[in-house]
Structures are given as C-alpha cells and as structure tokens.
T-cell receptor
Framework: IAGITQAPTSQILAAGRRMTLRCTQD?????MYWYRQDLGLGLRLIHY???????GKGEVPDGYSVSRANTDDFPLTLASAVPSQTSVYFC????????????FGEGSRLTVL | GDSVTQMEGPVTLSEEAFLTINCTYT??????LFWYVQYPGEGLQLLLK?????DKGSNKGFEATYRKETTSFHLEKGSVQVSDSAVYFC????????????FGKGTRLHILP
C-alpha cells in the first residue's frame, strides 16, 4: 500500500510559470490537505477538502488553488509562481475531517527563481 | 484562536540521555493532542496522541500526558537513541467535525553517539 504519493519530488521553476503539484492517496480517505513547511514557521495549511467535490481555504491560501474531482486526487496549482512560494509542500489525508490521524506524503520541494 | 507553543530547538543530547520537549497549548473546549515526528527526508507521521485530560499517549518509548490544569503535553523519553534524531511537532485539534489540526513550529532533535 503506497499511502500518499506526491509528484514531483523536487522542482525548480522560473517566476511567473504555472505549476501543479500532484497528490494521490489509495486509502479511500475522505479528507485531504495541503501544507507548506518553512524553516521557523512550521507547517501551515494552504487548502483542504473534507470530501470529494468540496474544498476550503486554510491559513495561507493566496496564490494557490486546489480541486477535488474524486476521492483519490488532490492537486495543488500555483497559477503564477513567485519566489516566496519556495517551500516544501506536503499533502496529507485523514479518514474523516476533524480530529484524527493525518497521513503525510514525502513532500515536494519547490524552488521558484 | 487555538495555538500550540513548543520549545525552540535545536536540542542536542548524547545517546541514552533523558529527553523532554515542552509543549503548551491554548484552546477553547477540550482538544485532542498529538505529537508527530518527521525523520530526515520524510513526511510527518503520528508518534502518539491523547484525547482527554490525564490520558497518557505512548509509542516507541516516548510518552506524553494530557495536563489540562497546566495546558501542557510535554514529550518525554527515558533513554534516547541516535535513530530518534528528527523534528518533533506538537499539535492539537478541536472536537468539531470541521476543526483542523494546528501544529507547533517543530523542535529539531540531534542525538550524538
């Protein structure tokens, strides 16, 4: 069982380019999340989805968009990347929304030049 | 709003030393409390949790007790190993269906052989 798969593992892109980070889970979890991890700031929630077909904004949603067309996939799109979006991005899922164990992917390291 | 404060790192200890990583929280109601661990190059994974006052979570030799009177959930281990070197995150979640997990900023732990 793979759990959560993120792609790409690492990417360098020029400012202004569009980028989609992919996230797929095989656990049939209802809720999915995108976090960014920055030194000294810990983990900050970007967007979340409590169930397929719904999404919500987290703590730092500006410059990012998500979609949840089905249970398994939860892509994160940067429409026009900026250097401040250089970060490590983690996708996570949980069986239900609310209190409960989060399962994380291994992260996608993104560098915007 | 709800928040988590944990001791800043890095924390450097010798193998077999006693470990304490402090964590305090601010929350309305009675949150669930968690410790997550992130090993180098990996995503976070749940280490232990406690869902009500005086509960003790334990796993892999680590323990933490939910102290409502001091709003704390300190992580302890009696004898650390080199393999415990990682970043440790304290987190809380409210009990409402749509409450999201809030993470502390993380504490990096280095164990010297």
């Amino acid at each position: 069982i793979a759990g959560i798969t993120q792609a790409p593992t690492s990417q360098i892109l020029a400012a202004g380019r569009r980028m989609t980070l992919r996230c797929t889970q095989d656990m049939r979890h209802n809720a999915m999340y995108w976090y960014r991890q920055d030194l000294g700031l810990g983990l900050r929630l970007i967007h979340y989805s409590n169930t397929a077909g719904t999404t919500g904004k987290g703590e730092v949603p500006d410059g990012y968009s998500v979609s949840r067309a089905n249970t398994d996939d939860f892509p994160l799109t940067l429409a026009s990347a900026v250097p401040s979006q250089t970060s490590v991005y983690f996708c996570a899922s949980s069986r239900t929304s609310g209190a409960g164990e989060l399962f994380f992917g291994e992260g996608s390291r993104l560098t915007v030049l | 709003g709800d928040s988590v404060t944990q001791m800043e790192g890095p924390v450097t200890l010798s193998e077999e030393a006693f470990l304490t990583i402090n964590c305090t929280y601010t929350a309305t109601g009675y949150p669930s409390l968690f410790w997550y661990v992130q090993y180098p190059g990996e995503g976070l994974q749940l280490l232990l949790k406690a869902t009500k006052a005086d509960d003790k979570g334990s796993n892999k030799g680590f323990e933490a007790t939910y102290r409502k009177e001091t709003t704390s959930f300190h992580l302890e281990k009696g004898s650390v190993q080199v393999s415990d070197s990682a970043v440790y995150f304290c987190a809380l979640s409210g009990r409402h269906r749509d409450d999201k997990i809030i993470f502390g900023k993380g504490t990096r732990l280095h164990i010297l052989p």
